[in-house]
């Protein structure tokens, strides 16, 4: 009986415990400008429903992403500006 109880306790204390869990890197569906993990150019990412920053996209040459927080967007711009 003793055998019992004591593999349902770590039975118990397996399923309660949090394995590999990370936490959220960012929340779903909102945006950032990153540069291009490749080619280091400027751009933008998104997350995705797994917590997780995706590199979405490039700018255009000769432009830079400026993120505006009135409506959590970035957007690439003139880098002269």
Same mark, same amino acid.
């Given at each position: ?42 751009? !933008? ?7 997780? !920053? ?26 002269? !500006?």
């Amino acid at each position: 009986m003793k055998f019992i109880t004591a593999i349902l306790t770590l039975a118990a204390v397996a399923v309660a415990s949090p394995t590999g869990t990370n936490p959220p890197q960012c929340t779903p569906a909102t945006y950032s400008c990153a540069k291009n993990p490749n080619t280091h150019a400027e751009g !933008w990412q998104v997350c995705d429903v797994d917590s997780k !920053w995706v590199y979405a996209g490039d700018c255009p040459p000769k432009t830079i992403c400026k993120f505006l927080e009135a409506n959590g967007s970035p957007y690439c711009i003139p880098a002269t !500006w």
